[in-house]
């Protein structure tokens, strides 16, 4: 729950915003409709103090126009659109370190139906699209406040060439059990070994958990499931102190709770990070135990000059012909999307 939630006038005046206004309304939060569309209040006496300022307040605005100018995300999917921006989580890893400007708010775009509508411009004739909404923030994290992913998923389950995906830490997926979803949103679920999240995702659901929501996303509606298409993104991935028995555990722990027909992928990521994004995460993490020390890694260079520190190829091979092969033991039927 966040501390304090504030709507700019525009996005009051929305319908969507409406809703979002009755229903954290109703839970009793502390509700601020600002004077003009300018956030404020959110810049502490340190940067320390201005994450917790940031992570702790909802912020209900109205999307930007470049947000309807959609950008590839490979390989995960073929465009990303954003419901909001910002993640109540405490990833001392956390990707969007870096990537995005400010402090950490999280953003709830309030012209969603807009966001939506727009999705069509970007249907390929002939073939399925796949957008992915989890970039930028998880979504499942904000919906008992927003609802925004159940909507999103409806608008797909009406879009035969236009297929969803999206990834949570977090295990409140009840709400979603009944959607009519026809099949075109994967639900995917952010797992790691427990050593590591239990470490490193503060404020997220424990693993046992993700993998008992999973469960519930995948079985058939008859059973009292979503019926779903389920997804597994194992991120990041870290050759941490007896990593293949942590690991192990975690595919022994999936065996036994997937144990019935359902579509299945895996997507595998080991862990990097940018110069600009350790920079980030010391400031908010300064007390962290994440391994960041670039002497151990080797530097991947994009088209744009830009650099990250990732394993060394040795260590990166020696992961992957593991988890490729537990994948192949442990879930048979799974589909391996890509190792990055």
Known sequence: MPQRVTFTPEAFEQPYGQEIFAKVSQLDLPVEVLKNNRLTGIK?????????????????????????????????????????????????????????????????????????????????????????????TDPLSIEHLTGGLAKTIDYFSNHPHAHLRFVSKFDAVDPLLPLQHN??????????????????????????????ALRKLALPKEEGGGGYPIGIVLAPIMPIPDWRQHYSHLFVQLEQQLNFP?????????????????????????????DMNEENRTIKRNKFGGIKFVYPKETMKELRDFFEAEISRRCPKAEVLYWT
């Open 262 to 290: 359902c579509d299945l992928t895996f997507e595998l990521i080991s862990h990097r990070f940018t110069p600009g994004s350790k920079d980030v995460l010391m400031e908010w993490y300064p007390n962290t135990s994440l």
């Open 183 to 212: 099949g075109r949103t994967r639900c995917r679920m952010s797992l790691n070994a427990e050593a590591v999240s239990k470490r490193l995702e503060g404020g997220t659901s424990s693993i046992p958990e993700r993998i008992a």
């Open 44 to 136: 502490g006496s340190t940067e320390r103090e201005t994450y917790k300022l940031a992570k702790s307040t909802l912020a209900v605005v109205t999307a930007p126009p470049s947000a309807m100018k959609l950008q590839p995300i490979p390989p995960s999917a073929d465009w990303q659109f954003h419901l909001a921006q910002g993640c109540p989580a405490h990833c001392q890893y956390c990707y969007l370190a870096g990537s995005l400007s400010g402090p950490p708010v999280i953003r709830v775009y309030a012209n969603l139906p807009a966001i939506l509508d727009n999705l069509a411009n970007y249907e390929q004739p002939g073939k399925v699209t796949s957008f992915e909404a989890s970039c930028y």
